[in-house]
């Protein structure tokens, strides 16, 4: 089992209450779970997310921590967090990376895997 690895997994959702296609405005949140799957604690410093919108207009955001935390992760424990997006269009994209700073001093990215924002049943 590697030492730094942790698995990333992602659940959308369209916000139809918040969003006004008619000014082409959209909303959409992800909630995304990060599990320490490998055998050293590390703690989660900063994100970097590419949002990329059905135009190709892209947005980065870079920070600290996620929705206010950094939190300490110990082999097997996992973090939970729900944040949001806008988009021009009702289709886009989002992918990026932690930074995570372990235990011993080590620091490493985890890539968070490409995952899709649309509205329910635009796509087949």
Not at 42 to 58: E, F, G, M, P
Not at 89 to 98: A, C, H, K, N
Request: aromatic fraction near 10%.
């Amino acid at each position: 089992m590697p030492a730094y690895d942790f698995e990333i997994t992602v659940r959308t959702q369209y916000l139809p209450e918040q969003s006004h296609p008619e000014r082409t405005q959209h909303v959409f949140t992800y909630t995304i779970t990060i599990k320490n799957t490998g055998t050293v604690a590390a703690q989660l410093i900063s994100r970097h997310w590419v949002i990329t919108d059905a135009n190709n207009k892209v947005q980065e955001v870079r920070g600290l921590g996620v929705v206010g935390h950094q939190p300490l992760l110990q082999p097997g424990e996992q973090f939970e967090y729900t944040s949001g997006t806008q988009m021009e269009t009702p289709q886009g994209s989002m992918v990026g990376e932690y930074f995570f700073v372990a235990e011993d001093g080590h620091r490493f990215e985890v890539k968070i895997p490409e995952f899709v924002l649309s509205l329910p049943h635009a796509l087949h």
